[in-house]
């Protein structure tokens, strides 16, 4: 037997994911968001799943029972979205904060 979906909650979803889906069609004088093959690949299997099952995810450990995404999806949808936005305004991709740091005695507080 199939979970109840709240329907309200899937067309939110799927109204989020067809959003970021035809932010990739270019605007006149605007740069579509460079999404990655993965990205294209989840956007357009979450989408599958929505219209299909109302759910994009069939695990209950993974989220709630009444919700379309899982936590992980959302938090995905977050990140592209996110990523989208900030092409658009011309930000830089936030780089690692793993990098070498210079040595105490090579630094000079002068």
């Known amino acids: 037997m199939p979970r109840e979906v709240d329907p309200k909650r899937t ?3 799927l109204r989020q994911v067809r959003k970021l ?10 740069t579509p968001p460079d999404y990655s093959g993965w990205e294209k690949e989840f956007l357009s299997e979450v989408e599958a799943r929505l219209d299909k099952y109302g759910s994009a995810f069939a695990d209950l450990g993974k989220g709630a029972p009444d919700e379309a995404l899982s936590r992980l999806q959302a938090q995905k949808l977050k990140e592209i979205e996110k990523k989208a936005k900030d092409q658009a305004n011309g930000k830089e991709p936030r780089r690692s904060g793993f ?3 210079a040595p105490p005695w090579a630094k000079s507080d002068e």
């Open 11 to 13: 067309r939110k979803a």
């Open 99 to 101: 990098k070498r740091k």
């Open 21 to 30: 889906a035809s932010l990739q069609e270019a605007v006149e004088g605007e």
